[in-house]
Structure formats: structure tokens, C-alpha cells
């Protein structure tokens, strides 16, 4: 799509100076489309003002308050009426409003593969082994299914914020779409029974979040957030996330403070991988711990066509993949029974969409096809689940991935690799826009993950069964060092962590690996901590000021006196640092230290450096992550787009994240044949920064078509857009 697109948008380009392009009058929005809207305030909220205020507006309606990581509260009712009330609020120039969002739940043993399994051979200062026992573990999902044999036990209390009580089980069918999201997290992280998680004695506080279909809202979890807190849990995870990469959202500002509060958040970073730049908030809070998605032990299946190699995610419940040589494709269009007549002895390749990824397995197993790959219909890769147990294999690939296997015309082989600790491909990956810092802060283990659903098990993948393996590892590290805060539990998991290569021996980018994969037991024996343990920099414009410095607290938490110094792993052209002499602390004590960067050479136009300090301590070593953004870097100027009908007859609703503004903007149509621009919609000259919406009227001409809603934006020079597929029905 975007070679297709990239001829598309010389439509959108500015004229040159003097001109201005999308000449259109503005649009209005429908009166009665709703809204939820946050609202953050200087002071705490006093309840019965608030309930004064809002009686003078009977069309909106409180949701939830809150006071332990905001101070705020969200509001629902039509847009126009909440424009009017934040516009009319008595202290309108201290409040800060924003739209909720929606977040969406991210998609053998792997415990003793990092190293949980050697730390159960450790005891507490009672004598007790290190399973997390003691520990309050808060898991803000799904839910859970309360009665699973593994899991019963451990449950120890919570809230369901989508009904309002306080029994917080997973959607079962009947009552919207069912899930099993939360119910495989918690087992990640405490199952105790036939299977058995990272940390089976943990307390397990299940905060039910996101309902039917595994969707919420922003202010449904910042409401379970809240709850957590006041439970006083140790340890809170949330395998959620949006694909808004942003370090300024509420939600992003609220676990920044629940860390302050000594909760150590523990955030998936996505599944929007393998490009850079798709982390998505929650996990671009500075301060909780994102973690991406590495690959436990595993045989993994690819196929192999002339210098072409494309790695297959094996759909669960289906046949295992074997090495086989010359073997036949097929297109096989969506999966329908009929597009699949001539696909027997042969791999079926077909495009998700339309049917369900289980309709069209069966469809191709009926048809005698000996495989099946899907690939996808927008760009990333993706998780699908089936029901059912089948006898071919399946996998799912991408986009561009799938359409050059259709290109081929030449029969394919299948080769099978054993692999470890190499990062997934639908990992998210920093950095984080604006601030940019590093993101993920480290990896885990997400593919082919086995673990508890309601009334069963089953293996999934995804950054969301990555993200239970790290608050697992906490838990024990918790149990085992009670004294030790957020800031430390933390600093353990990523001083400690392992350096992941890919499959020529080169390192991964600190900010598509963080620190490394976990290694719970080297975290137990750290007796040494930095803070922070990476080093997020910040930005230099090109030609100005020529150095950054960041400063680093050294504590020793050990028994005898230490002596310190650091180095950066490689030497680097264009930087020289300038670093610390060598320290001595005794145990116990702490030192801050500077550590500057001097850019010697600025690059032409702008760049990302990035790279490992050391700090040496005898034998042991501690690699610090650091990253220098020179020049403005080319991050995407426009993300999170979605577009669907609106509230009004003939209208489309949007909603785009702009992570610095824009100096352009603009929403338009194309055919989906012709490639034909059909309309522009909405422009704006400038676009503020931050999520941007509204409802547009479309032209009558649209209706009975399918079209791209393709959104554009151009800042400093560089621009980007993101584009939906539309079946119009009206």
C-alpha cells in the first residue's frame, strides 16, 4: 500500500509558496455524537462541587473520579455540550481535557529458560522458597475466570470496573464477546495447579478492565489503576496498550505515578512490530517497565524461495510445520470454499478479512490443501486464535510478506530453525515520539506461550504473555527482597538482563530490546543498582549546543567496599564521552555522578545513536542503554489513525495522533480500484499536537463504494500517513 500511496500523495503535497491546497469550506460536526473526556485538574476534586457543576448540565453524566494517580475525573455526553462545559468551567485555565481512548489486549514452559526455576532453589529470610508467596500481583485485563482449578486459589481479590462490581470474571459467551485474554496473563504469572507460572504462590488481584472483545476505554483503566492502588498491590500488570506512541496521554502520566508510589508497572509494548517507532502508550511511561517480545527454545518454521526467506507464526491448535522441499502456492483470495476448488496438495495463501481465520482452515482442509498461510490486510503482523484442533498447518504473515509469496511462481520450501532469545517479529519497538526515550526497558519470553484460559489451556503469543513473565520475576525478586521499592525491582530486572542477538550475531537496537531478555536469577544476587538504568538523552538540534549529560546514582547494596568506573562498550566517531574517574562506595552507601556526551561531528541531517555504557565493578559488569537523538529524528508525523461511520447519517468519524503536531494536515478518499482521489474531507493549517478528530459528512457520491480514508500530515519538512479500508453499506 504505501508504494501505492506514495504516487497518491503528491495530490496532498503543498503547493509552492503563495498557494494553498485543499481549498474546502469547514465542516461541521453532528451535535449529539458522544464523548468520554478526561479531565485533569490542578487540585484534588472536591465530589460535591463537582456534582453542582455538572447538575447545570443535564446532558452529561460523570463516569469515574479520581485521586490517587490523577487528580481529575471523566465525563460523558455529546461532543458539543462538553466542549461547552470545558469552555465555561470555572477554572477553565487549570484544567486539562482529554479524549478517552480505546486500549485492546496485545496477543513448553519457558520458567526455567529465565531462570525462575534455578530461583525457586532460593529461600526468603523465613526459610520460604522464592514462588512469590506473599506478594500482591495486580493484573488489569480481561478478567479471569475465577474458578479455573490453576488459579482459584491464588485469587485474592479485585474489581470489575466494566459492571461495576466485585466479581471481575472474563466475558463469557452470551454476554458480548467472549475472551480468555486476562485468564492466560494471570496464569503467566501465578498458575498453581498442572501448570505452573512464573511465581505460583503470588496474590493474585485481577482488575477487569476491558470487556467484551477485550476492548476499554482510557478512563476504565485509569479507574482500575486507581483500584490497584488502594489495594496497595506490589506489582501491576497491564498486557494493554493502544498504537499511540506518546509519552504525554493520561495514562502514560498515571503510571509514572503509581511508580512514584512504589507500584512497579509492568507494560506489554505492543504487537505493532517489526518497525521502529510503534510502541504504544501505556509503555511509553518513563518510568514503568515495558517489555518486548523474545522467542523462548523453539523450532520455527520458514519458507524459503530463491534468496527470499519469510518467517511463519504457527497458528495454535493446527499441525505442526515439517522441513519439505518443492512444494506448490496457491491464491486463495479471502478462503471462501469456492476460491480454494484448486488448492489441493498445495499451501494455500489467503488474506485475513471477511471470514474468521477458523472458516477459512476449514474451508482449505476440506479442499485437501496441505497448509494454510494468512497474511495480513494492513501493515504488521498479528495474533490469531482457533477453537478447534486441525489437521494442516496454518501461519500467519504479513502484508508484504504474503504478497510476495503470491508473486513467486516457482515452488517453495519449508525450512524448520531452532532459535532462542531473538526478538519476535511483531515485537513493538521505540523509541517513544517527543521524549525520545528508550522503549521497551527489556524482553521476554512471547511466542508460543502455554497457559491457563477459562476451563483449559492454550499457547498464545504476543507482547501481552511477555509482559507476566517480567511482574512474575518481580513477584519473586518481591518476595525475596521485601524492603526493595519499584525503582530497585526495576534496576534488578534490567542490570541484570541478557544482550539478545539476531540470527547473524548482531545485537538488537536498545530501543528494540531495552536492556536485554530477563534472567530472574542473576536479578536475585545484583548487589549493585543504578539509577536510572538507561539513558534516554533527549534531542540536540543539529549545529547548536554540542553536549548532553544525564546523571547516574551508583548504590551499593553489598557487604564490602566497591570500586566503580565506566566506559562506553565501542568507540563512536561523531561522540566522545566524557565520564566519571573511578569511585570507591562503601556498603551501603550511594553516589551521583555526571555523565556527559560531546557531539564532535553533527550528522547532515539527523540520526539516532545509540549504544551501551559499562560500568565495571571487578568481575562483574552492568551495561547502561543510552540514546542520542541529533536533528529531528524520523519519527512518524502521524499514528493512530481509525476511521468508521459516524453518529450522523453519511458521516465518517476519525480520530489521529499527531506526536508533534503538523504544519499540514489532511482526511481524504480514494477508490479502492481506481486509486482515484474521491474527496478531501478535513484540513487543517497548522494541527496542534496531540489527538486530533472529527465527524465528516461524505459526499453522496460515495455510497455503494469501498474506499481508503487515507490521513495525511507534513511537519519539518517530512511527512506521513496512514490510511483505513472502507466498505461504505449506506
Given amino acids: 500500500m504505501r508504494k501505492m500511496m506514495a504516487l497518491i500523495l503528491i495530490l496532498l503535497i503543498p503547493q509552492p509558496a503563495g498557494a494553498q491546497s485543499f481549498k474546502m469550506p469547514p465542516l461541521k460536526e453532528h451535535p449529539h455524537q458522544q464523548e468520554i473526556l478526561i479531565i485533569e485538574t490542578s487540585t484534588p476534586v472536591d465530589p460535591v462541587q463537582l456534582k453542582e457543576e455538572l447538575g447545570q448540565h443535564t446532558s452529561l453524566k460523570l463516569r469515574y473520579i479520581f485521586s490517587d494517580v490523577l487528580n481529575g475525573y471523566s465525563i460523558t455526553g455529546p461532543k458539543t455540550e462538553l466542549e461547552k462545559y470545558v469552555a465555561s468551567h470555572p477554572q477553565a485555565n487549570l484544567i486539562t481535557a482529554s479524549k478517552a481512548q480505546t486500549y485492546v489486549i496485545k496477543r513448553d514452559s519457558t520458567i526455567p529458560f529465565v531462570g525462575a526455576e534455578k530461583a525457586r532453589g532460593y529461600f526468603d529470610e523465613n526459610g520460604n522458597r522464592l514462588t512469590g508467596e506473599g506478594v500482591k500481583v495486580g493484573i488489569i485485563d480481561t478478567g479471569m475466570d475465577l474458578h479455573h482449578r490453576d488459579l482459584s486459589r491464588n485469587f485474592k481479590g479485585g474489581k470489575d470496573v466494566v459492571d461495576g462490581d466485585e466479581e471481575p470474571m472474563e466475558t463469557i459467551s452470551g454476554k458480548g464477546y467472549s475472551t480468555i485474554h486476562g485468564t492466560h496473563v494471570a496464569g503467566i504469572i501465578g498458575a498453581n495447579g498442572s501448570l505452573q507460572g512464573m511465581a505460583p504462590n503470588a496474590n493474585l488481584y485481577i482488575y477487569r478492565a476491558l470487556g467484551p472483545g477485550g476492548r476499554g476505554t482510557t478512563d476504565q483503566v485509569l479507574a482500575a489503576i486507581e483500584a490497584a492502588v488502594k489495594d496497595k498491590v506490589d506489582i501491576l500488570n497491564l498486557s494493554l496498550g493502544s498504537e499511540v506512541n506518546g509519552p504525554d496521554l493520561p495514562l502514560s502520566k498515571a503510571l509514572d505515578k503509581v511508580f512514584e508510589k512504589g507500584i512497579l508497572p509492568v507494560v506489554a509494548s505492543g504487537n505493532s512490530g517489526p518497525a521502529d517507532w510503534t510502541i504504544g502508550t501505556p509503555a511509553t511511561s518513563a518510568k514503568s517497565l515495558a517489555v518486548g517480545a523474545s522467542t523462548p527454545p523453539s523450532d520455527v518454521p520458514y519458507f524459503i524461495f530463491g534468496k527470499e526467506k519469510i518467517r511463519l507464526l504457527s497458528i495454535d491448535r493446527t499441525e505442526k510445520w515439517r522441513k519439505k522441499r518443492n512444494i ?23 488474506k485475513r478479512g471477511k471470514l474468521t481465520f477458523e472458516e477459512k482452515i476449514d474451508n482449505a482442509e476440506r479442499a485437501g490443501a496441505n497448509g494454510v498461510i494468512i497474511y495480513n490486510n494492513t501493515k504488521g503482523l498479528f495474533s490469531a486464535m482457533i477453537q478447534n484442533e486441525k489437521e494442516i498447518p496454518a501461519a500467519v504473515v504479513s502484508m508484504e510478506d504474503g504478497k510476495n509469496l503470491l508473486k513467486t511462481k516457482k515452488p517453495v520450501s519449508i525450512a524448520i530453525t531452532n532459535e532462542q532469545d531473538q526478538l519476535a517479529p511483531f515485537s513493538s519497538k ?98 549493585t543498582f543504578v539509577f536510572p538504568s538507561s539513558l534516554s538523552m533527549g534531542g540536540l538540534q543539529l549545529g547548536k549546543k554540542k553536549y548532553l549529560e544525564e546523571q547516574l546514582t551508583i548504590k551499593n547494596q553489598g557487604t564490602v567496599a566497591k570500586t566503580y568506573s565506566l566506559k562506553p562498550s565501542e568507540t563512536h566517531n561523531a561522540l566522545r564521552w566524557e565520564l566519571p574517574l573511578s569511585f570507591v562506595l562503601k556498603p551501603g552507601e550511594e553516589k551521583t555522578v555526571t555523565v556527559r556526551a560531546i557531539i564532535k561531528e553533527f550528522p547532515e541531517k539527523h540520526a539516532l545513536w545509540e549504544g551501551r555504557l559499562l560500568l565495571e565493578e571487578g568481575t562483574s559488569i552492568y551495561s547502561l542503554p543510552y540514546l542520542i537523538a541529533v536533528g529531528t529524528p524520523d519519527y512518524p508525523r502521524i499514528m493512530g489513525f481509525a476511521a468508521v461511520p459516524g453518529d450522523a447519517p453519511d458521516s465518517l468519524r476519525y480520530e489521529a495522533y499527531l506526536p508533534e503536531g503538523a504544519e499540514e494536515f489532511a482526511l481524504a478518499l480514494y477508490d479502492q480500484q481506481t486509486l482515484q482521489l474521491l474527496a478531501i474531507l478535513d484540513q487543517r493549517h497548522p494541527a496542534g499536537q496531540g489527538m486530533i478528530n472529527n465527524q465528516v459528512k461524505l459526499p453522496s457520491y460515495i455510497k455503494g463504494k469501498t474506499f481508503y480514508a487515507v490521513a495525511f500530515a507534513r511537519k519539518s519538512g517530512d511527512e506521513d500517513y496512514q490510511e483505513n479500508l472502507i466498505e461504505w453499506y449506506r
Fill in 430 to 527: 521505540g523509541p517513544v515520539t517527543v521524549s525520545w526515550l528508550i522503549k521497551p526497558d527489556v524482553t521476554a519470553p512471547g511466542v508460543d506461550i502455554k497457559s491457563t484460559i477459562p476451563e483449559g489451556y492454550m499457547s498464545l503469543q504476543g507482547t501481552s504473555m511477555a509482559a507476566p513473565h517480567v511482574s512474575g520475576a518481580a513477584a519473586i525478586l518481591k518476595q525475596a527482597h521485601p524492603e526493595w521499592g519499584a525503582k530497585e525491582l526495576k534496576s534488578a530486572l534490567m542490570l541484570t538482563a541478557k544482550d539478545i542477538v539476531d540470527e547473524k550475531g548482531v545485537p538488537y537496537k536498545v530501543f528494540e530490546q531495552g536492556s536485554g531478555r530477563i534472567q530472574v536469577d542473576k536479578a536475585l544476587e545484583l548487589d
Fill in 328 to 350: 506448490r502456492i496457491y491464491d486463495g483470495g479471502i478462503g471462501s470454499p469456492e476460491e480454494l476448488e484448486g488448492s489441493f496438495g498445495k499451501i494455500a495463501i489467503v
